[in-house]
Nanobody, 117 residues
Framework: QVQLVESGGGLVQDGGSLRLSCAASGFPFADYSMGWFRQGGKKERELVASINVSGTSTYYAQAVEGRFAISRDNARSRVYLNMDNLEPEDTGVYFC??????????WGQGTQVAVSS
């Protein structure tokens, strides 16, 4: 059974930093590109960053380019998201999953990020 446990969220001020962690199990982690998604307010869940299986190639949504950094540890089946220069628009619930995950797939509970202005 796929399990995804996100942690590291919290309340920070505009310009602050957070590091999110995700522990994955129940599937061959090293065989999948992984991503971080966020859902804020009335917006649909969107992919903000992804990383390929070897960690050598990354993708970032334009809104977070230059501020967020995704990384992974295949030996520990973990994926991370370093977030710097946070903005109020980054507020939302952050989820990790396979990069191609769909709404109907298994998801974790996510971790809440709140950025105050």
């Amino acid at each position: 059974q796929v399990q995804l446990v996100e942690s590291g969220g919290g309340l920070v001020q505009d310009g602050g930093s957070l590091r999110l962690s995700c522990a994955a199990s129940g599937f061959p982690f090293a065989d999948y590109s992984m991503g971080w998604f966020r859902q804020g307010g009335k917006k649909e869940r969107e992919l903000v960053a992804s990383i390929n299986v070897s960690g050598t190639s990354t993708y970032y949504a334009q809104a977070v380019e230059g501020r967020f950094a995704i990384s992974r540890d295949n030996a520990r089946s973990r994926v991370y998201l370093n977030m710097d220069n946070l903005e109020p628009e980054d507020t939302g619930v952050y989820f990790c999953n396979k990069a191609g995950a769909k709404f109907e797939d298994d998801w974790g509970q996510g971790t809440q990020v709140a950025v105050s202005s």
